[in-house]
């Protein structure tokens, strides 16, 4: 059983930065691949970007490529989503999750799930 807990959400400016993190309970942590996804007021859930065990390869949404960067720390069990040049369309309730298959988690097919952590971009 892993357990995920995200923080680092809130509220910031139009082009200001946040860094999400997800915690994750467990010692298998380093055995999962991970990601971060969105879901906007009255919109689908939508994949923004994932990692694989080892921080190796990485994989961005179009809509967020070249502003956020995903990376993990295995010795401290967590995932970071480092989020820059924030647009108030990145408005969203953020997910993290993990999933023992890293393609699986492109088509939002996870083993575990976050609670989810608001960031709003508003001026």
């Known amino acids: 059983q892993v357990q995920l807990v995200e923080s680092g959400g809130g509220l910031v400016q139009p082009g200001g930065s946040l860094r999400l993190s997800c915690a994750a309970s467990?010692?298998?942590?380093?055995?999962?691949?991970m990601g971060w996804f969105r879901q906007a007021p009255g919109k689908a859930r939508k994949f923004v970007s994932i990692?694989?065990?080892?921080?190796?390869?990485?994989y961005y949404a179009d809509s967020v490529k070249g502003r956020f960067t995903i990376s993990r720390d295995n010795a401290k069990n967590t995932v970071y989503l480092e989020m820059n040049s924030l647009k108030p369309e990145d408005t969203a309730v953020y997910f993290c999750?993990?999933?023992?298959?890293?393609?699986?988690?492109?088509?939002?097919?996870?083993?575990?799930w976050g609670q989810g952590i608001q960031v709003t971009v508003s001026s």
């Open positions: 990692i694989n065990w080892d921080g190796g390869r990485t």
């Open positions: 467990g010692r298998t942590f380093s055995s999962y691949a």
């Open positions: 999750a993990a999933a023992a298959l890293y393609t699986a988690l492109i088509g939002q097919s996870a083993d575990y």
